[in-house]
């Protein structure tokens, strides 16, 4: 089965920094004529925390009439009390997410035990009627969802996979084999994309392949056809870009990375900072040496 490839988008902001509808909408065409096979709208990379409520909604509708029909559409809904995750989970639904990311909630993360974890994410599967996706991201949340919950909350039918963005494939590798056949368990994380498939991984969910999806579209057919070597190759040539930009600079760098690349970058949302012009012309000159190798045809998409 060939890997997935979902690209967890940014969220264009206007210059008085309202949702720019015009520009998601075409970014999306963009990345959709690429052959990607999904998106994800208010996820870490989209800014969610930044985000209202009605504006992660307001996503989802905005692009659900330009999604192709056989490339997924996810929502971004966790939120710090159950209550509030269910609600907003519901209405994403209702704007037309195929799917849903929950963030696990972290504010009291001291209190998050197994137990708690457990019972906040299948409280909001058996609440909503889209599938859950159960999203993992240490750096954010100083929380790793064990294991053994992901075992137990892969037999729930309404929870359907896990993203996990701590870059660890032993730990991603301990998920797998704890759950039950058929989860889908995605890299989060573009340095550890290809070994994270060739370890069992049912595909990613990449910031990184925002900025350069041919990169990673090349590795996931590679993977696809049993290419391992071709695919580790790819990987070891993009990690360092991984590193610098997406590691380094955060939400920021990947929108004056996308921007430079001929789509909608734009600032994030304040209190986050936009990269200064030393760091950007750094970015353009990474992106000119990815040129140069070969690894992309152009610096704008599509070209």
């Given amino acids: 089965m060939r890997p997935e490839l979902i690209l967890p988008l940014t969220t264009p902001l206007d210059r008085k920094g309202n949702v720019d509808r015009a520009a998601l909408i075409d970014n999306v ?30 996503l989802v509708s905005a692009v659900r009439g330009v999604v192709p029909s056989d490339a997924r559409l996810v929502a971004g809904t966790g939120r710090e009390s159950t209550r509030a995750t269910v609600a907003l989970s ?58 053994s919950v992901v075992g137990e909350l892969s037999r729930e039918p309404r929870i359907v996979g896990l993203k996990d963005s701590s870059g660890d494939v032993s730990a991603l590798e301990a998920s797998l084999g704890a759950a039950e056949p058929g989860f889908r368990v995605y890299c ?43 695919a580790a190759s790819l990987q070891r040539s993009v990690s360092p870009f991984v590193e610098s930009v997406v590691v380094e600079h955060g939400v920021a760098g990947v929108k004056a990375a996308i921007e430079l690349r001929g789509l909608s970058g734009g600032d ?7 990269v200064d012009e030393p760091t950007r012309n750094a970015i353009g000159r990474e992106l000119a040496g990815l040129v140069a190798s070969g690894l992309v045809a152009s610096v704008e998409i599509g070209r």
Wanted: glycine fraction near 10%.
């Fill in 29 to 58: 065409a963009a990345y959709a004529g690429l052959g990607v096979d999904g998106f994800v709208l208010a996820g870490s990379t989209g800014e969610a925390a930044a985000l209202t409520d009605d504006e992660r909604v307001e």
């Fill in 90 to 147: 519901r209405r994403a639904a209702q704007a037309g997410a195929d799917e849903l990311l929950v963030l696990t909630p972290y504010y009291f993360r001291a209190r998050m035990t197994a137990q708690a974890i457990a019972s906040h994410y299948r409280a909001v599967a058996d609440a909503c009627a889209a599938p859950l996706i159960l999203y993992s991201m240490p750096a954010v949340t100083g929380l790793t969802i064990p294991a």
């Fill in 188 to 230: 989060g994380h573009g340095g550890a994309f290809a070994a994270s498939v060739a370890a069992g991984a049912s595909g990613g969910v990449l910031a990184a392949a925002c900025i350069v999806p041919e990169v990673y579209i090349a590795m996931r057919d590679h993977l696809a056809a049993g290419r391992d070597r071709d």
């Fill in 268 to 274: 994030p949302r304040p209190p986050l900072m936009p």
